[in-house]
């Protein structure tokens, strides 16, 4: 149980277009999906907390007009990346916290970003 | 500002020892607390979680926290070369929002 998927697992954009990744829950309903960024070699950066039906929450530093993330339903999160330029190349991962559940969160697999 | 410490290693051990993994945090009012798996390239796995002060066990798992030394530890017996990978402590400081505070990472080799 509690498994976490992530669409795409890979992509290549050019610099300049924008980029989607969905974050679906499974087998459980996720009051809270979380959005972390990690470059090669470096812990996880958390980039925003996500609520179904709310607004996300963005850490200081992140910009919000860049990293659109819809929370539509209590199974699915969205990041877009926006106007994506070669530093957005990292590996972005969602996780997810289930209703009901204690505070563990659930990884998705992560999608790997280039941005050429 | 919340802190939670790991040692970044890496750790070697040979082949079925037990691999000893330490986290300490800052807030005294943590309450949650968690170890993942991260193998080079793929995402966190959840191996254990642990709330209460002890020892918690699963498998070759052993979760230990002491909340009054502010240190949660990872005990791995009968380590095996696919246990080598980023062992990453998380803690819930407490709050509505669920967010955990990460640790960096302690890199675990294991060899054969």
């Known amino acids: 149980g509690a498994v976490v998927s992530q669409h795409p697992s890979r992509v290549i954009c050019k610099s300049g277009t924008s980029v989607k990744i969905e974050c679906r829950s499974l087998d459980f309903q996720a009051t809270t999906m979380f959005w972390y960024r990690q470059f090669p070699k470096q812990s996880l950066m958390l980039m925003a907390t996500s609520n179904e039906g709310s607004k996300a929450t963005y850490e200081q530093g992140v910009e919000k007009d860049k990293f659109l993330i819809n929370h539509a339903s209590l199974t699915l999160s969205t990041l877009t990346v926006t106007s994506a330029h070669p530093e957005d190349s990292s590996f972005y991962i969602c996780s997810a916290r289930g209703q009901g559940f204690g505070y563990e969160q659930y990884f998705g697999p992560g999608t790997r970003l280039t941005v050429t | 500002q919340k802190e939670v410490e790991q040692n970044s290693g890496p750790l070697s051990v040979p082949e079925g020892a037990i691999a000893s993994l330490n986290c300490t945090y800052s807030d005294r009012g943590s309450q949650s607390f968690f170890w993942y798996r991260q193998y080079s390239g793929k995402s966190p796995e959840l191996i254990m979680f642990i709330y209460s002060n002890g020892d918690k066990e699963d498998g070759r798992f052993t979760a230990q926290l002491n909340k009054a030394s502010q240190y949660v530890s990872l005990l791995i017996r009968d380590s095996q070369p696919s246990d080598s990978a980023t062992y990453l402590c998380?803690?819930?400081?407490?709050?509505?929002?669920?967010?955990?505070?990460f640790g960096q990472g302690t890199t675990l080799q294991v060899k054969p």
């Open positions: 998380a803690v819930h400081p407490g709050g509505n929002t669920g967010k955990l505070i």
